[in-house]
């Protein structure tokens, strides 16, 4: 049984799934969102995650493992909070395919909303530059593989739109009522997110 299947009575919690690059103004987006929509939401973020860690010295072999789980964990944490009828916006990064393919093993994929955050790579390099607290060329090493996936629910620009007007576009889908499967949904069917490591 997957992680986020409900106890009885329970109602599952919604997840509204933020993908796009870093500095791509995702969780900028997320805050004004929980500000827009009805009854609590949480904001859960994997960089509140990986800041939860400590940092002891350790190589490359090793440190690519501790990322692992804890995206793992992360991933845990958002299906058991949607488990509890919690209902969550996610900030993420599928900048590897492991990352889409174990999300969709463990959330019910008619209760997730997945949302493409685009950005111009000249404006996501600009962001970069004046946050100055991610490595230089993140964004650009993660542009390409990020939405290789394809598929969404609803896809915002960022580059061209405030993180407000971002946020209502979404909100605008949450009110529609869709009868339509959910790219989760569309992609499990498909299986089409199995290739690659």
């Known amino acids: ?8 009575g329970e109602a599952r919690g919604r997840i509204v799934f933020l993908n796009g690059t870093s500095s791509a103004g995702k ?8 500000r827009l929509l009805d009854a609590p939401w949480f904001v859960l973020s994997a960089d509140a995650f990986h800041a939860m860690r400590t940092a002891p010295a350790m190589g490359p072999d090793q440190l690519e493992g501790v990322l692992r789980r804890t995206w793992r964990g992360f991933h845990r944490a958002v299906a058991g909070m949607a488990a509890a009828g919690n209902d969550l916006v996610v900030d993420h990064v599928l900048s590897e395919p492991w990352r889409l393919r174990d999300c969709l093993d463990l959330f019910v994929p008619e209760d997730v909303v997945l ?7 000249p404006e996501l390099e600009r962001r970069e530059r004046l946050r100055g607290d991610r490595p230089a060329g993140l964004a650009a090493r993660q542009f390409s593989r990020v ?7 609803v896809v915002v620009d960022s580059g061209d739109r405030s ?6 576009e979404i ?3 949450l009110r529609r009522t869709s009868a339509g499967p959910t790219a989760f949904t569309r ?4 299986g089409t997110w199995g290739q690659g490591p």
């Open 115 to 121: 949302v493409g955050v685009h950005c111009p790579l």
């Open 147 to 153: 939405h290789a996936h394809g598929d969404y629910d």
């Open 27 to 34: 969780s900028s987006i997320a805050g004004e969102l929980v």
């Open 171 to 173: 909100a605008a889908f």
């Open 1 to 8: 049984m997957p992680a986020s299947e409900p106890g009885p």
């Open 187 to 190: 992609m499990r069917v498909a």
């Open 163 to 168: 993180p407000q007007e971002c946020a209502r």
